[in-house]
């Protein structure tokens, strides 16, 4: 039986970029997954879990201790709300790699390394969990919170050019704590029931920021800190799955997110390549608004600061700014004015680089009627300041994280603590990626850091499918 499992899967290297591609259920699927990246699932969860409490203790002032303790609790917490097939994936993932190597593995180990990401969301800006923790007052200048994940889409003649096909961009940015730009991996999915899919993550993790399937439903995510947060509900691993797989249509994925509890703080774009339509869906806990493009624009960009404000954008509905006011510590928000100005605040360093949003408004309108893939490609690597003015030279760091902070992020290093050592990371780019997903094609950077340095592969997600 294990060896049938294990013969429906692959993991091969297409010129330096790790594909693993697995089929099956749930569990079978989870399966393969742990047994074919075991030895680098050991070191996500004895070394790279544990660079979440060092996180959690430098933003909250904890100690390690405590804040592992607090880490286990979330995850705990995060249990009892996921789904089923889910739950099955990780049982799979904690049985294969524990038949393959001679460690063995538990389910807590492995849901504790799949709510990271989750918890890393919830106490990325400092402001608010330090004194909601423990009353101490925030590192002047702490770039913790910092990050620079962006996307925008774009189609019909009129905006794409060419032959109208929606163009989907998108930067995953983070830190490259211990052991992970060694093991970025893409993960191509051919479940028994439902849709085909591709996405990327790091070994012993069911789903991370995003994906696109073979119906040409393209999801992707973006940190978009809110005041009503909490571990007890669906984590944007846990949803990008489901959507990639149950999802064929904006519609779909508008509704499942309404319909399930919700961790909080996550901006979603969605875009569906065949019907050519995106929304940014932006969620806390407990709301989820939906903006559109604005007017009869075909393209729609989102950074990592809410931009759900009545009549911004030509947005009507709930003011999520408001819910956003606190974490990042913004002045005033009581009109578009002075929300826009507290953005610019080039001495606020806990709203994650507004002008990244203003950044791709003037790209996309420069490049309108000619967003080519080598186009789209060149927005992603952008490095231009529209606030200062200035652009950053390849290899320079932004001096905080609103000042040069650009499409094309590069933060300084930080210093984390664990027992017995000390280790730093900084904030770039993981993985980026350009795509068309009506077709298929994609073009993926992941071999740096920032991953744009080092190039973009093209693959097609209907070849990687019938390929096993």
Known sequence: MEKEIISKARLEDHDGVRILKIRGSPYEMGYQHGWLLSSAIKLM?????????????????????????????????????????????IRGIVDGASAASSTQFTFDQILLWNTYYDQWCIYCHPHY??????????????????????????????????????????????????????????????????????FITFPGLIGFDGGFNEKGLQIMTQLNSMKDETMEGYGIGVLTRLMLRRCTSVKNCIELLGQVPLCGGIA???????????????????????????????????????????????????????????????????????????????????????SRFERYRQLLQEYKGNITISNAIKILCDRYDPYTQ????????????????????????????TTGRQFKAHIANLWSMVSTPETGDFWLAIKDFPAQYGGYQHFNLHCLLQDF
């Not at 201790?65 to 917490?77: H, I, P, Q, V």
């Not at 009869?296 to 700014?321: D, F, L, R």
């Not at 200035?390 to 984390?416: H, K, W």
């Open 45 to 89: 969860v004895t070394q790279t879990t544990m660079s979440l409490p060092a996180y959690v203790s430098t933003l909250t002032g904890q100690s390690f201790e405590k804040s592992l303790a607090l880490a286990r609790d979330n995850a705990s917490a995060a249990k009892s709300h996921l789904p089923n097939e889910c739950l099955e994936e």
């Open 390 to 417: 200035q652009t950053r030279n390849i290899g320079e760091v932004s001096p905080t994280n609103n000042i040069r902070c650009t499409i094309c992020a590069l933060y300084p290093d930080m210093s984390f603590g």
């Open 129 to 198: 969990w330090r004194e909601l923790v423990t009353n101490n007052k925030p590192k002047h200048g702490s770039l913790a919170g910092s990050v620079g994940c962006s996307s925008f889409s774009a189609w019909d003649k009129e905006w794409a050019g060419g032959d109208g096909r929606l163009v989907f961009g998108k930067n995953e940015d983070n830190f490259n704590m211990p052991f992970q730009l060694e093991n970025r991996i893409m993960v191509v999915a051919k479940p028994d029931q439902g849709n085909g899919h591709v």
């Open 268 to 354: 979603w774009h969605v875009a569906d390549g065949v019907a050519k339509q995106a929304v940014i869906v932006e969620t806390s806990s407990k709301r989820i608004c939906v903006r559109y493009p604005h007017g009869t624009a075909k393209a729609i960009w989102q950074s990592n600061h809410s931009n759900c404000y009545p009549g911004w954008e030509g947005y009507a509905g709930y003011n999520m700014v408001k819910d956003q006011q606190l974490v990042n510590v913004l002045d005033a928000v009581d009109t578009v004015e002075n929300w826009q100005r507290s953005l610019r605040d080039p001495e606020n360093m806990y709203v994650q680089a507004p």
